[in-house]
T-cell receptor
Framework: KQEVTQIPAALSVPEGENLVLNCSFT??????LQWFRQDPGKGLTSLLLIQSSQREQTSGRLNASLDKSSGRSTLYIAASQPGDSATYLC???????????FGAGTQVVVTP | AAGVIQSPRHLIKEKRETATLKCYPIPRHDTVYWYQQGPGQDPQFLISFYEKMQSDKGSIPDRFSAQQFSDYHSELNMSSLELGDSALYFC??????????????FGPGTRLTVL
């Protein structure tokens, strides 16, 4: 059974610093990996999707890498801003019907 | 751009009552997923539909049932509600079978509170 882990559970950085969020998964046979942002009590906003054949994806200040062999993905957020404060979840697609296995998330606080 | 629509956004029910949650996928998306997120927990997959047929099933209680209609909207029916059913229920949609590489787009969720 696929297990997805995110460490650390919480992270606080001053504005302007780069953020590095880690996601690890136990079964390397994934179809893709998605990163989401969730504000308190709100829905999930998809940030980046990395296909299993890709090594990284970029969107603006966000860059996500994927290393299937080591079971790891990393989300980098450059030049963090207070508006980046949220919980970030990664989710692995591990079956052909689209069931996502989520990590518990990393709660990020960016202080002005 | 159109997003996934869920209704109602908030729902308060008593124990043993019934609740129906609705999901309207992004236009031309034919796959719908339901997830449950308990307080302080990560989302857990409940059930999915592709072309109106159930395609996968997760840890969904027997008290829950769901279906996808001809217009691709989906409904999650929950009976004999328990306190532990209080959670945020998400619907997501994707444009294909949800298999190789399809991105899932999530709705804002329905917050169900069972008293």
């Amino acid at each position: 059974k696929q297990e997805v882990t995110q460490i650390p559970a919480a992270l606080s950085v001053p504005e302007g610093e780069n953020l590095v969020l880690n996601c690890s998964f136990t079964d390397s046979a994934i179809y893709n990996l998605q990163w989401f942002r969730q504000d308190p009590g709100k829905g999930l906003t998809s940030l980046l999707l990395i296909q299993s054949s890709q090594r990284e994806q970029t969107s603006g200040r966000l860059n996500a890498s994927l290393d299937k062999s080591s079971g790891r993905s990393t989300l980098y957020i450059a030049a963090s801003q207070p508006g980046d404060s949220a919980t970030y979840l990664c989710a692995a697609l591990t079956d052909s019907w689209g069931k996502l296995q989520f990590g518990a998330g990393t709660q990020v606080v960016v202080t002005p | 751009a159109a997003g996934v629509i869920q209704s109602p956004r908030h729902l308060i029910k008593e124990k043993r009552e019934t609740a129906t949650l609705k999901c309207y996928p992004i236009p031309r998306h034919d796959t719908v997923y339901w997830y449950q997120q308990g307080p302080g927990q990560d989302p857990q997959f409940l059930i999915s539909f592709y072309e109106k047929m159930q395609s996968d099933k997760g840890s969904i209680p027997d008290r829950f049932s769901a279906q996808q209609f001809s217009d691709y909207h989906s409904e999650l029916n929950m009976s004999s509600l328990e306190l532990g059913d209080s959670a945020l229920y998400f619907c997501a949609s994707s444009p294909g079978t949800g298999g190789i590489g399809d991105e899932q787009f999530f709705g804002p969720g329905t917050r169900l509170t069972v008293l």
